[in-house]
Each structure stands twice: as C-alpha cells, then as structure tokens.
C-alpha cells in the first residue's frame, strides 16, 4: 500500500516539508509517493517558487533525508481552491467561500479515499483554522480505518521561519525577524496524530448527496445518526397491510409482508421478558429457523404473520436457505428505504447465535413499535 500525504497550506510552505520530515523520523518510517497541497491563488504562488523545481526545499530535502519511494509532487499536485464565484480563492473570509471550500475539501478527499491502494495522511499544520477544521470533518466522512490525520508542532522560534523548512543533515544557521541566529539543531518538530471519529459507514454509497454539498452529507450523517440512537417509530397497520417507518411507508410482497409482520407482532405481542421495559442486549424472542426446527418456526411465523412463508421449500435440507434468502431480501428492501445499511439500519431481521442454534429477530427495540 502507498502513503499519499495531502497538507493544507497558507503563505507558509514550510508545513509541508516539516510535515514529510516529521513522517520520515516516525516510528516506523512513512515515505509518501504522492504530496498533494491544498490552498490559495497566492499559497500556491509561494509553494510552487519555494518547494519545488530542481532547487525546491522538496528537492533538497530528498537529497538530504534520501527517502525511498521519493515523493512525487508536481505543480498539478498544488490544488488552488476556489471561492463561491468558482474563481481561485485569495482567503477563505466569507460564509460563502467558507461552504464552496468545504465542498472541495470533502469532494477531494472521498475522490482520494476511493483508491483502495493508498493509505492518506492528511495535514492540517497550515493554512486557516477553518480550513483545518474543514479538512478534519472531510476526512471524519469519509475516512478508511487507516487514514491518518495529523498536526505538525514545531519550535515556537522556528515556526513560521522564512528561512527554515526541515532540520538538514548538516547544520546550519538561520536568522529570526528580530534578527537572532539560531542552529538548526535547535529546531523540535513533532508529529500529533489526531484521532477522530469515523462515520464512512453512516454515509454510504450516496453519490447523488456526495457530488452535492459538504453540509448535505452532515445533515445526512446526524440523520443517520439519530435514527441509529433513537430510531423512528414503527407501526403495523394490519387492515391496510402495510408497515410505517417514521414518514416512510413500507411496499412489500405477500411474503416479505408476512415475514415482517411476524417479527413485528413476536416482538409486539409476544416479548418473552415483559419485565423488561427496553429490549437492550435481551434476544429472547428471536425465533430458531434450523434443519431441525425449521417445520414448527415455518407453522409459527406463518400463525403471527397470517400469510405463507416458503411454498417452494421441500424439507430441512432446502427450507433454512430459502428462509435465509428471503430475510436478505427482506432487509435490502428495509435498506432501500431508510437509506442505512447492515447493523446501522435498526429495522431490519438479525441473527443471533451460533450456526447450529441461529435465532432470528426484529432488531427495534419493543418501545419503538407502535399498534396501528
């Protein structure tokens, strides 16, 4: 796998270097192939005079530190972000232009996040705070389990420093604004990792949203979020034979009909701990559908579902996979129209138990269910 630095950067171009010489000194080592910067019309300026070309601080601090794989940054790797008038972005001082980064920022990211081979490490030491912020709430959306974020910590007399881009194997001497001559040896960088939380999986395969806007995939996120933590009520309504979640309404077939409304109505009318006044972790309920049992939990489904289940199964050996099946398909449908998938969709049927002994069951907890 490759490592692909992307670093946010201001008027100051030494975030970068200080970045990649910050990686190189890790425990272990990390050598990006790729450096992408992120940043203004005149960011981009300063970046492309003083880190790169032949004599660049990227230049020499490959000549220096010698880094295998070099890391590859060209003057298409330095990205000049755009304003809300689509123009290069000078500054990032308005609401507008604080959205039209936001979008760019979160639209890079899950374009980088979609190459299964790299691994990114992603730097928020420069430019603007909000930029900083942007970028982490990017990568909080779209960020893999091994995607890194980081802020860069150098010397307070050494930050920002026009003449001072990574520590060099030989030392030397820079000289500060008020005029002070400082040895490079002096210099402390130091990499924070920043930990953040990941919520990939709450957003999805949405590309319809992810083309869209920054604050449309967070208000997609707290959606997701909330139904996960306090779900939507449920209702069955028997007479017009079909199932509401929240303002959604449920079209099923006859089978998968029958299959949900049996799982609805164990849980509504026969909870096997009515002492309990949440389910929790309790999967009392959750009926067994095995080579062994699969006659008796078709007979039962079947009394609280009123409808039938399976008409093509031919015995033990047929039955647990056709019920397996329909249950998937049951699920995707319930998917389909909350918009989560897998254990992140609380409406959906859910096994517990080992192979031999698999229970099934209404994930919602019992509080959520409401009669009709």
Not at 131 to 142: E, R
């Amino acid at each position: 796998m490759q490592d692909v630095l992307i670093a946010l950067c201001g008027l100051t171009p030494q975030v970068v270097t200080e970045t990649l010489w910050a990686l190189h000194h890790h425990t272990p080592p990390i050598h990006p192939t790729e450096v992408w910067i992120l940043t203004t019309r005149e960011g981009a300026k300063v970046c492309r005079s003083t880190l790169l070309g032949k004599n660049g601080a990227l230049a020499r601090f490959v000549h220096d530190h010698r880094p295998t794989p070099v890391p590859h940054c060209s003057s298409s790797h330095v990205v000049v972000l755009k304003g809300s008038d689509g123009k290069s972005l000078d500054d990032v001082r308005s609401e507008q232009d604080n959205r039209a980064v936001a979008d760019q920022l979160a639209e890079f990211i899950r374009k980088q996040a979609e190459r299964a081979d790299v691994q990114l490490h992603c730097s928020v030491a420069g430019g603007r705070k909000t930029m900083g912020v942007l970028l982490a709430g990017a990568l909080q959306l779209f960020g893999r389990a091994e995607d890194r974020l980081y802020h860069v910590l150098v010397s307070p007399e050494f930050e920002s420093l026009a003449g001072f881009f990574f520590p060099p194997k030989t030392p030397t001497w820079v000289t500060t604004k008020n005029g002070q001559r400082l040895q490079t040896t002096q210099a402390r960088i130091e990499l924070a990792e920043l930990p953040y939380v990941r919520l990939r999986g709450l957003i999805g395969q949405t590309p319809s949203i992810t083309a869209s806007s920054f604050g449309a995939l967070v208000a997609l996120a707290n959606q997701r979020l909330r139904l996960w933590h306090d779900p939507d009520p449920l209702s069955l309504d028997d007479q017009a034979k079909r199932v509401q979640i929240g303002d959604h309404l449920l079209s099923l077939t006859p089978a998968l009909m029958t299959l949900y409304r049996a799982f609805i109505r164990t849980k509504l009318d026969h909870c096997s701990r009515p002492d309990l006044h949440a389910c929790g972790d309790c999967t009392d309920c959750y009926v067994p559908f095995t080579k062994e049992t699969w006659e008796t939990s078709k007979r039962l489904l079947e009394a609280r579902g009123a409808g039938t289940l399976l008409p093509m199964a031919k015995g033990p050996d047929d039955a647990p996979e056709q019920f397996r099946s329909l249950v998937s398909k049951l699920n995707k449908k319930l998917d389909d129209a909350i918009g989560m998938a897998g254990s992140q969709n609380p409406y959906r049927i859910r096994s517990a138990g080992a192979k031999k002994d698999t229970t099934y069951g209404l994930a919602l907890d019992k509080t959520k269910l409401v009669k009709a």
